[in-house]
Structure formats: structure tokens, C-alpha cells
């Protein structure tokens, strides 16, 4: 087969920032041992494949090792292509339908705002050897969906300088795991690292899906429903969220790196 592939840089002002993403639409004849082994030849954090059905688009992500129900930054890069290649127009909605739920996507000038669902925190006692391994002792740490547990610190600082031990956090629970803090900086509300070693990725660039554990957790720390968030990862990336009933709103920016073609 020949198809192409994307390369998305999501969450992303400028090249080489944020988090980078494949896509690629695909025909009903891909497998899903496939797209598992594409996945791993790309070596991002998520590639996301797109099947086109009727008025929707079918969407599937897989890191390095397995697949995920939902993810943000493959998402917005997914929407990004479709509006690039024109497939729907920019005054047009996408949706797509994703394991983790349905998924609205909108063109707001250079911005794409993505709607995806809130997840619930639960607050939960801290290991006991919780400092040793991430690096740090929480404030607070809540248990959220799909195995995510939200850490709080004291401040931006406290995460910024932690080493975590990745084999030790997956053998303990903490294999999918955000660490949080309100920001230091005055442009932004919090500040964020997302590490899942669980799924291949030691530390996530810019964690789309994150925020919808985030934005309620601060929202309800900070007294407002609009937001702006800063993942401080290596790369870096910026987010702008909002609280609506049970959902979230996530908005971000992308651009394409590059396009291959596949000859398999």
C-alpha cells in the first residue's frame, strides 16, 4: 500500500515546540496490528489513524506499545490535517467518535478548540514512598480516569527540578501520573509535567487529554473557569482551557512538520 502520514506539531506556536503527533487516514482494510507496528516505527507518543465514516471520522491512537482511548494532542493534530487538506471546510465542525467518547472539534481563526469530556478526581492518601520515587511530596494526589493520578505541589519549582524513577513508578501505581502546580509565571494559571512509562512514554511533551482532570482541579483552586496552562516538558507547550457542564474545552494551536509516504 501507499498512503501518507503526517507529522503534526500540536499545541505548538512555532516548529519543534509542543507535542509532535502522526496521522494518517486510513481505509477499512488497516488492521489494528498494523497501525501498532506503525506506530512504534514512528516512535512518537501517540500516532492517530482516521477512518472516514458518513458524516463523522473514526479515530484510534497508538503509542510505541499499545493503544490509548483518548488522546489530546493527537486530536488537535488530526483536526489540523483535515482542515489543511481540506476535507472540511474552517467554518465547518468535526466530529470525531474515539474509544474514549465523541469528540467535537471547531476552527476559531488560528485556533482549534476541541471539546472533551471532564474526568473525575478523587482525592486519595499519598504512598508512602511517593518522594522517592517521583521526586517530590504532594500536597494533595487524586486518582482520575484511565489510571491517571494528579499530584499537587507546593509550587512551579518543586516539578521542575524532579527526577522521577520511571521502572519504580510503573511497578508502583504511578505509571500514568500528571504533576501540577499553580504557575509562577503571570501569563499562565498552572503548570504541568505528565509522565506515562506505563505506555511507553517516560515524559509526555504537552498532554492534551490531561486537562481534563486539570482544568476542574483548578478551576475550583483558582475561582474561574477560563485558564491558561504551561507543560513545562523540554519542549514546552500552551493551552487554554475552559469548564463547561461535565466538559472541557481545550484550545491549541498546530502546525505540520513534514508528510511521507508509506510503500508497504
Not at 504557575?183 to 490531561?210: K, M, Q
Not at 486537562?211 to 475550583?220: E, R
Request: proline share 5%; glycine share 6%; aromatic share 10%.
Amino acid at each position: 500500500m501507499r498512503k501518507k502520514i503526517y507529522q503534526v506539531d500540536a499545541f505548538a506556536s512555532e516548529p519543534f515546540t509542543g507535542n509532535p503527533a502522526g496521522v494518517m487516514l486510513i481505509d477499512s482494510s488497516v488492521t489494528e496490528q498494523w497501525m501498532q507496528h506503525m506506530a512504534a516505527e514512528m516512535n512518537l507518543s501517540e500516532t492517530a489513524f482516521l477512518l472516514p465514516v458518513d458524516d463523522h471520522f473514526q479515530i484510534r491512537y497508538f503509542t510505541p506499545t499499545r493503544e490509548e482511548p483518548l488522546c489530546g494532542h493527537a486530536t488537535l493534530a488530526s483536526a489540523h490535517i483535515i482542515y489543511e487538506l481540506g476535507l472540511k471546510k474552517t467554518d465547518e465542525d468535526i466530529l470525531f467518535k474515539a474509544q474514549g467518547g465523541d469528540l467535537n472539534i471547531r476552527k476559531e481563526n488560528d485556533f482549534i478548540v476541541m471539546n472533551f469530556p471532564e474526568y473525575p478526581l478523587n482525592k486519595i492518601a499519598t504512598q508512602e514512598n511517593f518522594s522517592d520515587i517521583v521526586g517530590f511530596e504532594p500536597i494533595e494526589i487524586y486518582a482520575s480516569s484511565y489510571e491517571w493520578i494528579v499530584a499537587v505541589a507546593k509550587n512551579e519549582k518543586e516539578i521542575v527540578n524532579i527526577t522521577p524513577q520511571f521502572e519504580k513508578m510503573t511497578q508502583n501505581g504511578l505509571g500514568n501520573i500528571m504533576v501540577t502546580a499553580k504557575s509562577d509565571n503571570p501569563d499562565y494559571d498552572f503548570a504541568v509535567r505528565c509522565f506515562a512509562p506505563v505506555s511507553g512514554i517516560n515524559e509526555d511533551p504537552v498532554t492534551g487529554s490531561a486537562h481534563c482532570a486539570l482544568t476542574p482541579l483548578w478551576a475550583k483552586k483558582l475561582g474561574k473557569t477560563e485558564m491558561k496552562s504551561k507543560q513545562i516538558s523540554k519542549r514546552t507547550g500552551e493551552l487554554i482551557v475552559k469548564l463547561l457542564d461535565k466538559r472541557v474545552e481545550i484550545k491549541g494551536k498546530a502546525i505540520t512538520v513534514f508528510d511521507a509516504e508509506i510503500k508497504l
